[in-house]
């Protein structure tokens, strides 16, 4: 059974930084278009970054510039590398394999599936 897993998350001061790791398990895990996500206590789902299978990659603007996403397909692993965090970035981030056919971007956040559990990030100020 496919499962998808992420963790690394964490409390930092604002700042500081964090990465974040996010293991999927589907066979074709290459091909994929992946994203990260956030969700803050009372607020939507917002888009962050994605990657597409060759390495292309979309940011939000309130991301971009800070944070980097990347893969390592040997290990199907997708990364979050999160720089100078904000305390405004305080949310638990999810990864998402995109699983209808879209534009790979953080922006058609209603075509990705197979949302992990989440891990908690927490900067203080």
């Known amino acids: 059974q496919e499962h998808v897993v992420e963790y690394g998350g964490g409390s930092v001061q604002a700042g500081g930084s964090l990465r974040l790791s996010c293991e999927d398990s589907?066979?074709?895990?290459?091909?994929?278009?992946l994203g990260w996500f956030r969700q803050a206590p009372g607020k939507e789902r917002e888009g962050l970054a994605a990657?597409?299978?060759?390495?292309?990659?979309k940011y939000a603007e309130s991301v971009e510039g800070r944070f980097t996403i990347s893969r390592e397909n040997v290990k199907h692993t997708l990364y979050l590398q999160m720089n100078s965090l904000k305390s405004e970035d305080t949310a638990t981030y999810y990864c998402?394999?995109?699983?209808?056919?879209?534009?790979?971007?953080?922006?058609?956040?209603?075509?990705?599936?197979?949302w992990g559990q989440g891990t908690q990030v927490t900067v203080s100020a």
């Open positions: 589907g066979y074709a895990f290459s091909s994929y278009c």
């Open positions: 990657i597409d299978h060759d390495g292309t990659t």
């Open positions: 998402a394999r995109q699983r209808k056919p879209a534009t790979c971007s953080p922006d058609f956040q209603w075509s990705f599936g197979y």
